[in-house]
């Protein structure tokens, strides 16, 4: 199992093969190789493992600094297809106050496609 830049384990993450490459307050990433269990119905990368990935990103960043946070809202534009055999997911704090932290993340394929844009909102718990 691979832990997040906070010592915890992401389960979830471990599960689909997520590896997290850099992770900060201001920006994570991480990568995922992709596999035929990452397949939909109709052949092509699950649109809830694109979610997925970026998610975590997201709860990378966010949880990178010396606070707790938990996710209040997130949506996803996907933008392309995956091709290749690979995800990226780019998380990049795009404001904050002191409880509130809103993230963009860029998810690209192997070929540096723009496949989704995430956008997501957190809460800092406790003070």
């Given at each position: 199992?691979?832990?997040?830049?906070?010592?915890?384990?992401?389960?979830?993450?471990?599960?689909?093969?997520?590896?997290?490459?850099?992770?900060?307050?201001?920006?994570?990433?991480?990568?995922?190789r992709l596999g035929e269990a990452h397949r939909n119905a109709?052949?092509?990368?699950?649109?809830?493992?694109?979610?997925?990935?970026?998610?975590?990103?997201?709860?990378?960043?966010?949880?990178?600094?010396?606070?707790?946070?938990?996710?209040?809202?997130?949506?996803?534009?996907?933008?392309?297809?995956?091709?290749?055999?690979?995800l990226m997911a780019c998380a990049?704090?795009?404001?904050?106050?002191?409880?509130?932290?809103?993230?963009?993340?860029?998810?690209?394929?192997?070929?540096?496609?723009?496949?989704?844009?995430?956008?997501?909102?957190?809460?800092?718990?406790?003070?």
């Open positions: 199992m691979q832990a997040t830049s906070t010592g915890q384990v992401d389960r979830f993450a471990d599960l689909l093969g997520v590896e997290y490459q850099q992770a900060s307050f201001e920006q994570a990433v991480c990568r995922l109709l052949g092509g990368i699950h649109g809830g493992l694109v979610f997925s990935l970026a998610d975590i990103a997201f709860a990378a960043a966010c949880n990178a600094a010396n606070a707790l946070y938990i996710g209040l809202q997130a949506e996803i534009r996907y933008m392309a297809r995956v091709q290749g055999e690979e990049t704090l795009v404001g904050s106050t002191k409880n509130i932290a809103h993230y963009q993340v860029m998810v690209t394929d192997s070929q540096e496609r723009r496949i989704a844009l995430f956008s997501a909102t957190a809460y800092r718990l406790g003070q």
